[in-house]
């Protein structure tokens, strides 16, 4: 219950870091087989050096797919894309159709509007990828090829316009100023309390795994239930002077207390740990009141599913195999495997009946948003709720079982 959950959080940490790191600070390798020769061609693959997203590889052998797949493995490249023959033509081509199309608008002679040129096209490039890349990771490449081609184009469009209308060569610091200069974008996180810190792997993976980690405790405690029905426990413990309810708050209690010291070793780990081993260090919320309140309250809910999987559970196999599995579909459903703004839209209901969502949910609004206690009620009034639920199954089947009267 302490090893696992620790050992899982600096495993999955690691491996999202390293993702976000490979987006943005690493290059990606690819092979590049020029077959044009042209100015154009030579542009392109300059903006793409420019971009720092890949690593280039360029070769002058005869870009067969055989010879392209043998040379993206000889490369460890994931990516090899083949620039046509054609394409320096074809770009400026193109360039000069569209600037006469263009130039039709500002001079009114019929004789040029018949000479406006007809569609034209490119001839494509052809990019080759291993099977093992993502869609996502395939779009984001896509993404960065669209903005390279563009740039290129539109250097050669607006040579053209400016030659044509000036029977001149554009001068650099023009031609700077019009394909050069571009937007700039400011990002900007936006949090409850005016924090712009851009939350790290650790902030997202800490809380969701900890989530994970209370809720494994089903297997423990719902186990131990199982195991006490089936040897008579339950009925020596209705012998006592005392009322049952007792008893199973103290079992409850001592389980929530084992939830609480989780959070609180996945927690100083991420802290003190983290940094130590190349980890982006977690930072605390700054309202560590509700901090503790959404501990307990998500502790209270996972011991009471395991107090309700115990309870209806007739062997230990069920109990562990039902709550294991439970467990991982709630987690599924709830954001923790899968971020919930990845789900398809028929989730979004489902996704609210899990109560690991609103735990999540509740520990983002504090970790990610910067919020307070005020700022995450609204999710934790639906655990409270599913944590009485939960409750009432598990006292209604002691009940139906004959255990309390």
């Known amino acids: 219950m302490f090893l696992m959950p620790v050992v899982l959080a600096i495993v999955i940490t690691s491996v999202q870091n390293g993702t976000f790191e490979m987006v943005n600070d690493n290059k990606v390798p690819i092979v590049l087989f020029n077959k044009d020769g042209g100015e154009a061609s030579k542009e392109l693959v300059t903006a793409m050096e420019k971009t ?10 005869p870009a067969d797919e055989a010879g392209i797949k ?18 320096s033509a074809d770009v400026q081509a193109r360039a000069k159709n569209v600037s006469e199309k263009a130039l039709v608008t500002l001079v009114e002679d019929d004789s040029t509007e018949s000479r406006t040129p007809t569609a034209d096209s490119l001839t494509p490039l052809t990019l080759y990828y291993h099977p093992v890349l993502q869609q996502s990771f395939r779009k984001s490449v896509d993404g960065a090829m669209s903005s390279v081609l563009q740039v290129v184009q539109s250097k050669y469009i607006v040579q053209e316009l400016y030659f044509t209308i000036n029977n ?23 949090s409850r309390d005016g924090n712009r810190n851009v939350p790290n792997a650790s902030q997202h993976n800490i809380p969701a795994w900890t989530v994970f980690a209370m809720f494994f405790i089903v297997i423990s405690l719902g186990s131990s239930i199982v195991r006490e029905k089936r040897s008579g426990s339950f009925i020596r413990l209705r012998t006592l002077p005392t009322h049952f309810g007792v ?33 982006p260090q977690l930072n605390l919320p700054h309202d560590i009141g509700g901090l503790l309140l959404v501990t307990f309250i998500s502790g209270w809910c996972a011991t009471s599913f395991a107090l309700c999987v115990g309870t209806w559970a007739g062997t230990q196999e069920q109990a562990n195999g039902i709550g294991a599995v439970s467990i991982v579909l ?9 971020p919930a703004f990845a789900m398809p839209s028929s989730f979004v209901y489902i996704m609210k009946l899990s109560p690991l969502h609103w735990c999540l949910e509740a520990y983002y609004g ?17 655990l409270l709720v599913i944590t009485l639920i939960f409750q009432m199954l598990a006292w209604w089947g002691l009940r139906r079982k004959g255990l309390i009267q």
């Open 52 to 61: 720092g997203m890949f690593e280039i590889t360029s070769q002058t052998s």
């Open 70 to 87: 043998k040379l993206m493995h000889d490369n460890d490249a994931m990516l090899a894309i083949v620039i046509p023959e054609k394409y």
């Open 168 to 190: 001149q060569p554009i001068p650099d610091s023009v031609e700077n100023q019009i394909v050069g200069q571009q937007t700039a974008i400011t990002q900007i996180p936006v």
């Open 247 to 279: 008893a199973m708050i103290s079992k409850q209690i001592t389980y929530i207390c084992i939830t609480f010291l989780q959070a609180v070793v996945i927690f100083t780990l991420g802290v003190l740990l983290f940094p130590l081993i190349g980890l």
């Open 330 to 338: 709630m987690a599924a459903i709830g954001g923790v495997l899968v």
């Open 366 to 382: 504090l970790f990610l948003e910067g919020g307070r206690l005020g700022d995450i009620m609204m999710n934790i009034i639906p």
